[in-house]
């Protein structure tokens, strides 16, 4: 990925250059003509293009605002109840994340949601344990995350 990026940044250089043009338009046109012959050529490359990548980390970022939003309004309508009768538990989680750049991003996303928190990771980083303070279904809540997060990391990691 890092080297379509460079390749493609020297391309809109490079553009620049034989244009013989220095203004940040050209470089963007070039720019934009890297992209199309990067997208030409991506059966050449290792890795898969890299602007799906970045495609799904705006959608990772989307996604990660929308629980956010989500689970602020839910723990706001548990603490907001006449009676607290909230079901706090701890579930452990099995990811099919390997890399440990996965699990730590997705400890965090469920850590940095309201109401969630990762306690812990197995050594062998297979299983998370969430803490989360109301739980209704802990099979639930793991489909949730795996359709959700994990699913959204696997976009961005393969």
Known sequence: MAFQILLNVFLGFMW????????????????LFGLLIIFTFRRFFDSRFYLLRVVAVINLLFLFIKEL???????????????????????AYPTVLKKDWEITVLSNLITLTPGTLVVDVSPDNKILYIHAIDIEDAEETIDSIRNSFEKAILEVSR
Do not use: C, H, W
């Open 16 to 31: 620049m250059f034989l244009t013989g043009s220095y203004e940040p338009v050209a470089f963007l046109k070039g720019y």
């Open 69 to 91: 939003i989500l689970a602020n309004i839910g723990v706001l309508k548990v603490l907001l109840r006449p009676q607290l009768d909230m079901r706090p538990g701890i579930f």
